[in-house]
């Protein structure tokens, strides 16, 4: 559980963040230099510069690599609100993908937990919506939820590889793939802001948050892992509610609602704090 909280906060402003730094770099600039961070402090955590490269490992960058693009073109276009909305669509496709790719049996309560989580999001960006979504952004965004559900059923795919290398072995690829297109599409404006930004976007939401997703996927079953993520919406509304003392109206607490009880269905009578399965 301890994972989920971090990567929770983590998500609680990576949408926001995302958004302000593509305002100094193009998506595949600032995929490239924040990821080759990212990768070089995975490689320092494991001790050794030693890339995997197998199928799998091929496989899963270039997952990340049309989640990390498809997210960050799409926020060109859309808010972050609606990015965020639009992404919490991942276990809708991580699920069935876990049944094809990984022979997984998700139970009804996963499915259905699922389901009402998403549907609690729903009702929640309902209550909060704009007019900002575009179809080519969601499109986009759309993508990266699909293919953000195809990397995580391939970490629990590659459980069995180290970890911190399997990681930096998928950031690294991915940082290589976006610099060599980045001249396709060129933008950087170094400022004080923009460090910020990639900072955290490499640390925190590059290498912290991908170790973190791998540790999880390892421990439990994709349905209960993926659909953690429907606690980053309460999360930042917890947030809000201290930075503004303004309690959500009832719309907006009963989407919360029903993504609590969307992971509370797909993790059953199972605590949060203990694995689902027991991996050899």
Not at 16 to 26: F, G, W
Not at 48 to 60: A, Y
Not at 181 to 198: I, Q, S
Request: hydrophobic residues 55%; glycine residues 6%; positive net charge.
């Amino acid at each position: 559980m301890r994972y989920a909280v971090v990567i929770l906060v983590i998500q609680t402003f990576q949408f926001q963040i995302l958004k302000d730094c593509l305002n100094y770099a193009s998506p595949f600039v600032l995929m490239g230099i924040r990821l080759l961070i990212a990768s070089l402090l995975m490689f320092v955590v494991a001790d050794r510069f030693r890339p995997i490269v197998n199928r799998d490992t091929i496989l899963l960058s270039l997952f990340t690599c049309a989640s990390a693009s498809s997210w960050a073109y799409g926020l060109e276009y859309v808010s972050p609100a609606d990015s965020a909305v639009l992404s919490y669509t991942m276990p809708l496709f991580s699920i069935p993908l876990s049944c094809v790719i990984l022979s997984e049996k998700p139970t009804i309560g996963e499915w259905g937990g699922a389901v009402v989580g998403f549907v609690g999001v729903l009702v929640y960006s309902f209550a909060l919506a704009n007019q900002t979504l575009t179809m080519f952004g969601g499109m986009l965004t759309l993508l990266n939820a699909f293919f953000w559900a195809m990397f995580i059923v391939y970490f629990r795919k590659l459980k069995n590889q180290e970890p911190a290398i399997t990681v930096a072995t998928q950031l690294l690829f991915v940082a290589l793939i976006s610099l060599v297109l980045a001249p396709l599409d060129y933008k950087l404006t170094v400022t004080p802001n923009f460090l910020f930004d990639v900072a955290y976007l490499a640390i925190l939401s590059g290498s912290a948050s991908f170790y973190l997703w791998n540790g999880i996927v390892r421990l439990r079953t994709i349905g209960g892992a993926s659909t953690l993520v429907y606690l980053a919406p309460v999360t930042a509304t917890l947030v809000q509610v201290v930075q503004t003392s303004v309690i959500p109206d009832f719309v907006v607490l009963l989407g919360l609602a029903l993504m609590i009880l969307g992971l509370y269905l797909s993790n059953g009578a199972i605590s949060l704090g203990k694995n689902v399965d027991r991996l050899g």
